[in-house]
Every structure is written in C-alpha cells, then in structure tokens.
C-alpha cells in the first residue's frame, strides 16, 4: 500500500476500505507469488548471460544405476518404486540377495491373506506371527471394550 501524502505518519480507514486495500496485495490463485521483470523475465534475451550456472555448468555427476526401469524422454515419473525409497530413506537395499548380492525380481504383490498363505504354503515357506487379520480383530475388539 502506498503511504498517505502530506507527511502524515498513519492513515485512518473504514474496515470495508481497509480490507480492499488489503486484498490487492493478495496474488491470484494458481499463481506464481514471485514474479520476474526485466532480465531475470523468462523470456529475457540476455537472461543466460545473468543466470548462474547457464554458461559454463560444470558436468553433472553420473548418478549410480537404479532397478528400475528407464522413462520415455519427456515425460516425469510421479511414483518411485518402494524399494528405491526404501533404499533412499532408510539405505537399505531390499532386492538385494542375502545369500549371493544378485538382485532379485518382484514376481507378484498378493494383497489378500487366504490367497497368501495359499502361496506360501505351496511354496513350503513358513510364517511365522499372527496373521494380519487377527491383529485388527484385536485392536478393533479392544477399541469397542474401552469404550
């Protein structure tokens, strides 16, 4: 807001005039807050010549091989697979092989519990802890007794 003329040091306004004068101060929606005129303007001729790092970038450093599969150039990859956050956050890598450091493959994601002990009884893996099912059972049991 521009300050009052004649050197007065506050200005007095209505609360309706106070708060439309306020409002123009607030950038529209969907809309960059910081906005860039002159040489730092997108479109700006000379604005690789101001901008760090246009002209004489040094190399970027290769970054090492990940498990997942390339992008098509020009489009963005949203989602990273868990491993590689996993893998980020916690520094753990979990498709590496305990016994001899190959990688190993996701073959499948089984989300419902029969068809999992199915699979796992097949291939004559044993499960150890309560099941899943249990677990809720019991929360939600002792939830509705505390009540």
Partial sequence: ????????????????????RLATLVP?????SV???GIFAPNSKARARVLPGSADAPEPIPSPPSSRPKAIPGTRTYRLPWADLLKKVFAVDVLACPDCGGRLQI?????????DRLVHTAHKVK????????VRAN?????KSAK
């Fill in 107 to 115: 073959i499948a994601f089984i989300a419902d519990s029969v068809c």
């Fill in 1 to 20: 807001m521009k300050r009052p003329r004649g050197g007065s040091l506050f200005l007095l306004l209505e609360p309706d005039e106070f708060l439309a």
């Fill in 28 to 32: 529209p929606p969907r809309i960059h």
């Fill in 127 to 134: 499960l150890s802890g309560e099941s899943l099912r249990k």
């Fill in 139 to 143: 929360l939600t049991m002792n939830r």
């Fill in 35 to 37: 906005r860039y005129h």
